[in-house]
């Protein structure tokens, strides 16, 4: 129940695309959403989160789409660009637990073709 | 990154030996974390400090441990390193939940 299941493992778009990364979750207690991107020998960034009272947050060319119903949320970006390659993960955490640790996904690399 | 610093950033180490990775941050933030990356697992929290001298277990622990004897620093201690321990080590930094973590630059291990 504590997992988050991301897809696709792998993604490959061509530049000015549309890339889209998938995750879904059991525990309903979780009530924080970060997405981190993560370039080749380095650490992951945050890039941009969402809480469960919202179905949408926007942030330059990325987008959390949330669907709390179907328990699953949603990394948009839009005009993907060549420097977007890296790897993505979701993850998800319990607010009320006051220790702040995250669940993240399997993760996705995302290739950009010029 | 700004803020938090991991050492060291490769290692070599034989099968058996006791192998300590260090994290330390100048944020003064409550939260740290060490996780591990594998390929086709993403990152899994191994253990976690909410305070100094307060820390706790997460889902990949066993064979790790770890000790917070200042605000500062995070030390990761691999007791006996194994093969399975061959992995690329992450800490990260956090004020609190609603605030995201800020991850070092990683320690790649290799155990063999």
């Known amino acids: 129940q504590q997992q988050v299941k991301q897809s696709p493992q792998s993604l490959i778009v061509q530049k000015g695309g549309i890339s889209i990364i998938n995750c879904a979750y059991e525990n309903t207690a979780f009530d924080y959403f970060p997405w981190y991107q993560q370039f080749p020998g380095k650490g992951p960034a945050l890039l941009i989160a969402?809480?469960?009272?919202?179905s949408e947050k926007k942030e330059g060319r990325f987008t959390i789409s949330f669907n709390k119903s179907a328990k699953q949320f949603s990394l948009h970006i839009m005009d993907s660009q060549p420097g977007d390659s890296a790897t993505y993960f979701c993850?998800?955490?319990?607010?009320?637990?006051?220790?702040?640790?995250?669940?993240f996904g399997q993760g996705t690399t995302l290739q950009v073709k010029p | 990154d700004a803020g938090i610093t991991q050492s060291p950033r490769h290692k070599v180490t034989e099968t058996g030996t006791p192998v300590t990775l260090r994290c330390h941050q100048t944020e003064n933030h409550r939260y740290m974390y060490w996780y591990r990356q594998d390929p086709g697992h993403g990152l899994r929290l191994i253990h976690y400090?909410?305070?100094?001298?307060?820390?706790d277990k997460g889902e990949v622990s066993d064979g790790y441990s770890v000790s917070r004897s200042k605000t500062e620093d995070f030390l990761l201690t691999l007791e006996s390193a194994t093969s399975s321990q061959t992995s690329v080590y992450f800490c990260?930094?956090?004020?609190?939940?609603?605030?995201?973590?800020?991850f070092g630059s990683g320690t790649r291990l290799t155990v063999v």
């Open positions: 993850a998800a955490s319990v607010g009320s637990s006051n220790t702040g640790k995250l669940i």
């Open positions: 990260a930094i956090s004020k609190g939940t609603f605030y995201g973590y800020t």
């Open positions: 969402i809480r469960p009272d919202v």
């Open positions: 400090s909410y305070g100094v001298k307060d820390t």
